[in-house]
């Protein structure tokens, strides 16, 4: 609680004191005077913190709105500045002539205007607003932890940090895409059917002459064609074309490898974005609209509609989706354990000090007798000693009784030699308690207790947790994992493994994906659209699943679109022959970086146009997004490819 | 209160609240100089006043400390010398306290020194960094906004410091006049008239002293750590009480605890080597 300030008051005054009452009191009581005066002012001082302190800090209320367009709003729309407004009450009936409160931002989230922090004197019933401006720019969560809460006196002598802990979450959707909608609602050319209205080379109901045919009996008087009829002397029925709403399925993903930050976005953030305009859009058209988020495990379907309603589920979904972090453990426990303290001091700040959560010197002690071969050790080397000591000793006094001198200097050498093995084995002892006092040891001893404290307060889950955080790296690690992504803290992820292979290669993805397609052919009734957008850069041999569904997709007369992320700084493949670009960096050796780039980059080339080659054998089109380009790009080449078959 | 600037002592200036404060705290060290100068002359008076017009100047904390080590210093040997120094009387010691000069000195050093805290509050670093947070940047220092000073703090200013300095006259006239006494039941007594012997077993008059202010620090220390203490624990917050009880629980089964993690964890990697299941040792207790 005392700041080095503080501290240095104290002893000074101490020390005055000291020097007054003791040593020159005989000569002047100035000193003695002064000393005490100063000595009772801090005094007062302290108490008055300490009792200012323990009043207040539990009495503080906090209220948060988020304001979006003028309004309090439950959700934000991404790519439009909301503002934070955070009101603190002090409900209790003390003055804090000091206190500075800090709003916790969310990850990755910058101040665009305002201030998060607050320094206010604050009375009793009295409230504070902090007001600043946020700017989501991809879809996601925002999750608010809740406010720092510093106090101190006017001095700067006494300092107390808590946290008022009101987590909130507000989901971020994608941003409504009402230009790109209008601008998909008008017709690009007079062949195209109107808004809503596509045509299907399937006999139907529809406007367009599709196909002439022999009558059959049954068939209605009206279509049978005249003119055609009396040219060939036999009765020819007219087939128009089906006229049908096209059903928009979409396929996001959202697996492990595309959560997984790659400079600064996630790539699953770009294709939700994607997502929901293409939906919005489609809608605007008309259009029915489904969406299937799959991962590495899992479906989840939203049947296809096209009521607005289901257009906020839609967006609702892309950014649940959008939000989701990668959930694969991270394993190194250094770096689990440095993240994970910080955040702890930060939000725990009241679970984190020694009187709450002790250090006891003892903690770090290392039971001999608590390893395998400590009681090997004990056994075999003092065992011997303690069990044969009595006759050894009987015989040794027989021997001294019997030879004098000589047996006097037996004795003391069978003394020594005892002695000496118990003073071993106590230093084996010491030796052996004390390793758990070295630095490195001792540090993650008490990092691991302290948030093992923290954990099992949480969890509710009792002293045997503290204990297992400590011991069981297992558990420490899956519990810290956990509490890093319930407090939604991106943590540094390798993407490649010890022999240099990438941990993402989403192949369980591409079974769920291909079953998730051939549940939407089996269930698809006239042409549909089938958008995926998933990065399937890196599948192996189950990218051959994935091109079987596609396959089928197509033969069912169903069009695929497959939409994969491009990653940023990676130049877009070169024409056929053409040399590859470079990567322009400067900071490395220029051989090495040019030849590992070249081989990156032609790996991920060739990926990529393996990949193309072997969706349009199936049907299908590929189309890459660079993460700079606008969803209006992509709805134009989406809308292209569309219109383009319609024409067909 | 600014971030990631430091202002210049110009800007400060400039801020009409600081400039008051700084007046404030000025006029205080003024004060204390008038009064170090009228009762311990002039060497007493400018070292400490060189060393509080530096502190005031350049903000610095440093100054305030050497401030009162000179004071004290000063106060005893005011020319800085032990030539005019005297031999120590019990006569002193006795009647020393409650002197005019005395109050009025100790009464405008303290205004001053509690000033100039203040005021480095204001225009340095009213709040400590936090050194345990690698998550929080580490902004420039946070300083209290002059706008939040109220009309009320220069009277409460002095009217602490005259009962600070009360209560020292206070603490040091029972100091001076209370003796152990080792043969009567409440081993205290009041200490007899100059020029009376004193009958009894007791200890010498410093160490007397020294006795009875560790003991009534002591005292007061305890008493105070008691009660906020208990307070502490009525007004424990629900995840406070369950880290308390928890932590108690540790401490209580703490070895037991410890052999069965690490027998468990003997039989997990047992288990692991022969690629048997072990979900029963996996998890959560």
Known sequence: MLTARGWWVLILAGVVTLLGVVVVAGWTASVAAFGLGLLGWFSFEWALFAFRRRATVNKLELTRTLIQGRRVVPVAWANRPCRVRVSIRNASRVWLPFVVFDDRLPPRMAVQSGSPRAAVSLAPGASCEIEYELDPKRPGLLRFEGVSVRLSDLCGWFYHRRFLREPAEFLVLPPLQSVEGKRRGAKRANTLPPPGIHRIRRAGSGDELLDLRDYVAGDPPKMIAWKASARRDRLITKEFENDVPVRCAVFLDASQGVRVPVAGYKPVEQLAGIGAALSQAAVKNRDLVGLTVFDDTATQMTPAKRTSTHVIRLLRSYAEAAALLPDRPQTDLDVLTATALPLANDIYPDLMTRDVNSRPWRLYWRPLLDTKWGWLFFLLWLGPICCFLPPVLNLVMQFVLSFGIVGIGVLFLSFWVITISVQIFWLIWWGHGLRGFLPGNRRKVRRRKQLGLVYATLDGSGPLAVERAIHDDGFFRDRTNRFLTEHRVPLPVHLLDPHGTFRFPGDAKAGVLSDAILRSVGRARDNELFVILADLMHLGSTRSKVIRAVRLATARHHRVLVVVPWPEGVPDPPAAGAPLPRIARDDEPAAIVSLVERAVLAAYHKAFADLRAELSRAGATLIKVNPDDAVRLVLEKLDRLRGVRARR | ?285
């Open chain 2, 1 to 285: 209160m600014t971030k990631n600037h430091e202002p210049t002592i110009f800007e400060l200036v400039r801020d009409p609240a600081i400039r008051t404060a700084a007046f404030v705290t000025a006029a205080c060290g003024l004060v204390a100089f008038g009064a170090l100068f009228l009762f311990r002359g002039p060497v007493a008076a400018g070292i400490p006043t060189a060393f509080a017009v530096y502190a005031l100047l350049l903000r610095a904390v440093w100054p305030v400390g050497v401030y009162i080590i000179s004071v004290a210093f000063l106060l005893f040997m005011p020319d800085g010398t032990p030539i005019t120094l005297g031999s120590q009387t019990t006569f002193m010691v006795r009647n020393g306290g409650f002197a005019l000069s005395d109050m009025m000195l100790v009464a405008a050093v303290l205004t001053y020194v509690i000033a100039q805290y203040r005021f480095l509050g204001l225009t340095r670093q009213a709040l400590p960094f936090d050194a345990d947070s690698s998550f929080g940047r580490k902004d420039g220092a946070v300083r209290r906004p002059a706008t939040l000073q109220a009309d009320r703090e220069v009277k409460w200013l002095v009217g602490s410091a005259v009962a600070a300095m009360a209560f020292g006259q206070l603490v040091w006239y029972v100091l001076a006049h209370v003796q152990f006494d080792f043969l009567l039941t409440l081993p205290l007594r009041w200490v007899p008239d100059y020029g009376r012997d004193f009958e009894g077993i007791s200890i010498g008059p410093a160490l007397n002293r020294f006795v009875l202010l560790a003991l009534a620090g002591m005292v007061a220390a305890g008493t105070g750590r008691l009660v906020f203490w208990y307070w502490g624990l009525l007004r424990l917050s629900r995840e406070e009480a369950v880290a308390t009880v928890t932590d108690a629980g540790w401490h209580e089964a703490r070895r037991e605890l410890a052999t069965q993690e690490k027998r468990r964890g003997a039989a997990k990697a047992e288990a692991d080597r022969r690629g048997l299941l072990t979900e029963q040792l996996e998890g959560a207790p």
